[in-house]
């Protein structure tokens, strides 16, 4: 993976800014609701500056990916998950990866998303439309994938993800996803928080769940006014007794290279590299849709590729 610099060479910014990007998990009421919430400010920047996007798409992706890394703090070993979205409006949809690292990668289908005028509001469902949401996992377990679909009944992310985790796996999830910018359109804060009810949740509780995350402070503006998540979490939810567990890294990557699409296009068929030599330009360039990243090959070295 090639990451784009955002920070100039700037290490001391580059250092601060990777230790605080993190996410959090915790218990709460008797162990009986678990959560994770995320500081991504970092992370869904790099998304941004690799895939070179706007405001609306830094918007929709950005929510996705902070929605995978929330996801993340549940997987173990080698697991992964993948949340993707095909949909009839302009967005036309988005898929992203997780894994139990807390690596996140992932693309928008359309990029830029078409508009016809400028946003009043940050209300995205019409530029979703219809569509589908699934949700597949590969738990390090089992030879076959899991795999649940919904419809998108609410061309919103965290509410689309509720709707699953409650049709698909009878499990009441519900999610917070903030981005905040400034005014000339940085991002200044991105994070996230997400609340599960476990086995032998009363019903109360369950039913308190999605008023509790509704009602949170929006976490974006809190990290760009430099608070803790720690502290958003006591300050807000500490009637609730929660308990930290663990704190890990989260990150935007991806583990593509250069020596994966030489594999890639070695496997081409003979005639497939003889018109790439004839008819291409040089350097050639491929790209990794899950990060942007550009690779760059000259004539010799796909010539090699046909020799051998």
Do not use: W
């Amino acid at each position: 993976m090639i990451k784009k610099n955002i920070y100039k060479d700037n290490l001391i910014e580059h250092h601060k800014a990777a230790a605080k990007d993190r996410l959090y998990r915790f218990l709460m009421n008797d162990d009986t609701v678990r959560g994770c919430i995320l500081h991504g400010t970092r992370m869904v920047s790099e998304m941004r500056a690799n895939h070179e996007l706007g405001i609306l798409e830094t918007l929709v992706l950005g929510h996705a990916y902070i929605a995978a890394g929330l996801i993340s703090s549940n997987l173990k070993g080698t697991d992964r998950i993948k949340i993707q979205a095909e949909c009839s409006g302009p967005i036309k949809g988005y898929i992203v990866e997780s894994n139990a690292y807390n690596e996140v990668r992932g693309y928008l289908k359309a990029v830029p998303v078409p508009v016809d005028k400028p946003l009043e509001n940050f209300d995205l469902s019409h530029f979703f439309g219809a569509g589908l949401l699934t949700v597949t996992k590969y738990p390090e377990d089992s030879k076959n994938p899991f795999t649940g679909t919904v419809i998108l009944k609410y061309g919103n992310i965290a509410q689309d993800l509720a709707y699953y985790f409650a049709h698909s796996e009878q499990t009441p999830t519900y999610f917070n996803l903030s981005i905040q910018f400034d005014k000339e359109g940085n991002i200044t804060g991105a994070g996230g928080m997400f609340l599960q009810a476990m086995p032998g949740a009363e019903y109360n509780t369950i039913v308190s769940l999605e008023q509790l995350v509704n009602s949170f402070p929006s976490i974006g503006q809190s990290l760009t006014d430099g608070m803790n998540p720690v502290d958003m979490v006591m300050d807000n939810l500490g009637e609730h007794s929660p308990k930290f567990i663990s704190d890990e890294i989260v990150e935007f990557m991806c583990h593509c290279k250069k020596e994966r699409m030489t594999d890639y296009l070695a496997t081409l068929p003979k005639d497939d590299l003889n018109d790439i030599i004839k008819e291409e330009s040089f350097p050639l360039e491929i790209n990794c849709h899950n990060c942007n990243s550009k690779y760059y090959f000259e004539k010799n070295e796909i010539e090699e590729m046909l020799n051998k």
